[in-house]
C-alpha cells in the first residue's frame, strides 16, 4: 500500500526567503506524485505533479519539486516566497494509473512580512 | 466553465438520519472521487470510481455509499450518519490516471 509522510505541519517563513516543503512516499514502484495547495476557504488546485522523465519538474506560481528515488522524496521549493504563497500545502501519491489517491497530512505555510 | 459542483455546501443532520451529497462535472472525466478532510488527517480517500458502474474503496469507506450510474454523477450517500462523519467534504474528477484532479468547492457536514 502506498503511503505519504509530510514531516513538518507548520512552517514560518519570511517574504522573500526560500521555501522548501518536505514529502516522503512510501511505494513499490515508481508512482505518480503530486503536489497541490489549499488556499483557506478554498479547494485544492495543482502546483505540479511527476511520473516520469525529469527529475525536476516546474509548477506555477514559480513552484518545482524534485524527485529523488534514493531518498523516496519529492520535495517542494520556491526561491521567494510571496505573500499570497500563505496556505495549506499537500503532497499525494497515485499507484500509477488508477484511481486510487493518498495525501500526506499537510503542511501550513506561513509568510511573515 | 469547466466545473465540479457539489451541493449542498453546508449541511447540519441529527444522527441516523439519512442524506445524499451530489456531485457533478461537466469535464466528461471518467475519474471521480469523494475525499474527506479533517484537521491533522489531511484528505483521506472514501470512495473512487474510474468509469460508469465501476466504484471502489478508498481508505476510509465505512459508513459511506456511492453511485455511479451516469459519467457526471457521482453522489455520496450517508445512510445512518454519526457524529464521527462530521468534516469537510470534497468531490474530484480527472480525466484518468496521472492527470490532474480538479475539485469542487467543499461540502461541510456537522452530524448532531
Known amino acids: 500500500a502506498q503511503s505519504v509522510t509530510q514531516p513538518d505541519i507548520h512552517i514560518t517563513v519570511s517574504e522573500g526567503a526560500s521555501l522548501e516543503l518536505r514529502c516522503n512516499y512510501s511505494?513499490?514502484?515508481?508512482?505518480?506524485l503530486f503536489w497541490y495547495v489549499q488556499s483557506p476557504g478554498q479547494g485544492l488546485q495543482l502546483l505540479l505533479k511527476?511520473?516520469?522523465?525529469?527529475?525536476l519538474v516546474q509548477g506555477i506560481k514559480g513552484f518545482e519539486a524534485e524527485f529523488k528515488r534514493s531518498q523516496s522524496s519529492f520535495n517542494l521549493r520556491k526561491p521567494s516566497v510571496h505573500w499570497s504563497d500563505a496556505a495549506e500545502y499537500f503532497c499525494a501519491v497515485e499507484a500509477g494509473g488508477g484511481n486510487k489517491l493518498t495525501f500526506g497530512t499537510g503542511t501550513q505555510l506561513k509568510v511573515e512580512l | 466553465e469547466a466545473q465540479v459542483t457539489q451541493n449542498p455546501r453546508y449541511l447540519i443532520t441529527v444522527t441516523g438520519k439519512k442524506l445524499t451529497v451530489t456531485c457533478s462535472q461537466n469535464m466528461n472525466h471518467e475519474y471521480m472521487s469523494w475525499y474527506r478532510q479533517d484537521p491533522g488527517l489531511g484528505l483521506r480517500q472514501i470512495y473512487y470510481?474510474?468509469?460508469?458502474?465501476?466504484?471502489d474503496k478508498g481508505d476510509v469507506p465505512e459508513g459511506y455509499k456511492v453511485s455511479r450510474k451516469e459519467k457526471r454523477n457521482f453522489p455520496l450517500i450517508l445512510e445512518s450518519p454519526s457524529p464521527n462523519q462530521t468534516s469537510l467534504y470534497f468531490c474530484?474528477?480527472?480525466?484518468?490516471?496521472?492527470?490532474?484532479?480538479?475539485f469542487g468547492p467543499g461540502t461541510r457536514l456537522l452530524v448532531l
Open positions: 511527476y511520473f516520469s522523465g525529469d527529475t
Open positions: 470510481s474510474m468509469n460508469v458502474e465501476v466504484t
Open positions: 474530484a474528477s480527472r480525466r484518468g490516471g496521472g492527470e490532474t484532479q480538479y
Open positions: 511505494y513499490g514502484a515508481t508512482p505518480y
